[in-house]
C-alpha cells in the first residue's frame, strides 16, 4: 500500500469516528439538525399520556389564587402535590381569545359574541388525523351540542365547538361533544379518552359564581374522581391540568395578566415551584400538550413557544 492511499484510509477511518462521535451527541443531548424548524423537540422531554384532563377557570389573578386557602382550598392542596406555573401570562383580555391560543396557537378574535367556525390548523384536527381520542365535557349541553349560549353554558368557554372540524361536522361533533355527566361515567368504565377538555359552567368556573364555588365543584367533580383512577396512581400517565383563561381585566401583563395553572399526576414533579424565569403562554401549555399526546408540528405560536419540561420528572 502506498502511503497516499495509507493516509486516504487513515482520514477515512478518522472521518467515521467523527460522524459516530456527534451520532452520539446527538442520542445524549436530545438535538438534531432543523429540531428548531417547527419548535419541536424530543417526545421524551414531556412523558407521553393516554389520560391528559383540562379543566380551564375563569377570569383569576395569581395573587387571588396562590396562597389563598380561604377562596381556593382544594386547588392550593393540588399545588402542595403538583407543580405551579409562577411566570405564566394569559394572552389577551377578553376571555375567548385565550381558549383559541390554547387550541389553534392564535388569538383569531377578541369578540367574546363571535361564533364563527374557523377553518385553521388546531388541536382538534390534530387528533382526529392521529387517531387520538377526546371529548370535551362541558356543563349544561346535550350529546353533539353546537348552538351558541344556553343556561349557564358560554359557548366561548368551548372553542372546539367553533372550530370546523368539529362544528361543520355532526357526526364528529357527535362523538366529541358530552354532557359533563359522562366525565364520571366513562372514568368508572375505564373508557377515558386521551385528551379531556372539562368546561365548567360560569357558576362553576369562577367566572359568575365564587372562587369557593369553583374550588369545591373542581375537588369533588374532577379531583377527587381522577384521585382513584389507575391512571393517576403511582405509575400512571395521567396529566391533570387546571389553568385560568385570564387574569382580572386589570392585569394587562403580557396581554392577558399573570394566572396560576397547576399539574398533577404521577409524572408531575410534586410539590414544584417554576425554577427558571422562562415566560409561559397559552401556546406554551398547548405545545406541551400535544408532545404529551405525541403529536408533532404544534400550530401557531405553539410552533416555537417554550416546552414545559421543567414540570416534569425527566426519567
Not at 364563527?116 to 349544561?140: C, P, Q
Amino acid at each position: 500500500m502506498s502511503n497516499s492511499q495509507h493516509n486516504l484510509r487513515r482520514k477515512s477511518a478518522q472521518s467515521q469516528l467523527l460522524s459516530a462521535l456527534i451520532v452520539c451527541v446527538i442520542l445524549l443531548t436530545g438535538t438534531a439538525c432543523g429540531s428548531g424548524a417547527s419548535g419541536s423537540q424530543p417526545s421524551s422531554i414531556i412523558p407521553w399520556s393516554n389520560h391528559i384532563v383540562v379543566v380551564m377557570e375563569e377570569n383569576q389573578s395569581y395573587a387571588s389564587v396562590v396562597h389563598n386557602s380561604i377562596d381556593w382550598p382544594n386547588l392550593n392542596n393540588l399545588i402542595s402535590n403538583g407543580a405551579l406555573a409562577t411566570n405564566y401570562y394569559a394572552n389577551s383580555h377578553p376571555s375567548i381569545g385565550n381558549y383559541f391560543m390554547l387550541t389553534t396557537g392564535e388569538l383569531l378574535t377578541t369578540n367574546d359574541n363571535s361564533t364563527t367556525v374557523w377553518n385553521v390548523d388546531n388541536l382538534a384536527r390534530r387528533m382526529l388525523a392521529s387517531g387520538v381520542s377526546f371529548k370535551i365535557y362541558a356543563e349544561g349541553i346535550t350529546q353533539g351540542y353546537l348552538g351558541g349560549n344556553t343556561g349557564l353554558y358560554l359557548i366561548r368557554h368551548n372553542p372546539f365547538a367553533m372550530l370546523s372540524d368539529v362544528a361543520d361536522n355532526p357526526q364528529v361533533a357527535n362523538q366529541c361533544i358530552w354532557p359533563f355527566t359522562q366525565f364520571a361515567a366513562d372514568l368508572a368504565s375505564g373508557t377515558l379518552p386521551d385528551f379531556s377538555f372539562i368546561v365548567p359552567d360560569v357558576d362553576d368556573d369562577a367566572h359568575d359564581g365564587t372562587p369557593q364555588q369553583a374550588d369545591a365543584w373542581l375537588q369533588t367533580n374532577v379531583i377527587a374522581l381522577l384521585s382513584n383512577s389507575p391512571a393517576f396512581a403511582s405509575g400512571g400517565d395521567g396529566i391533570l391540568i387546571v389553568d385560568f383563561d385570564e387574569a382580572a381585566t386589570s392585569d394587562t401583563a403580557y396581554g392577558g395578566g399573570q394566572v396560576a395553572p397547576v399539574l398533577w399526576g404521577p409524572s408531575v414533579k410534586v410539590g414544584f415551584t417554576q425554577t427558571s424565569t422562562t415566560v409561559y403562554q397559552h401556546q406554551s401549555m398547548l405545545r406541551t400538550v400535544m408532545e404529551a399526546l405525541r403529536l408533532s408540528n404544534p400550530p401557531g405560536a405553539a410552533a416555537s413557544a417554550p416546552l414545559m419540561s421543567e414540570f416534569f420528572v425527566q426519567k
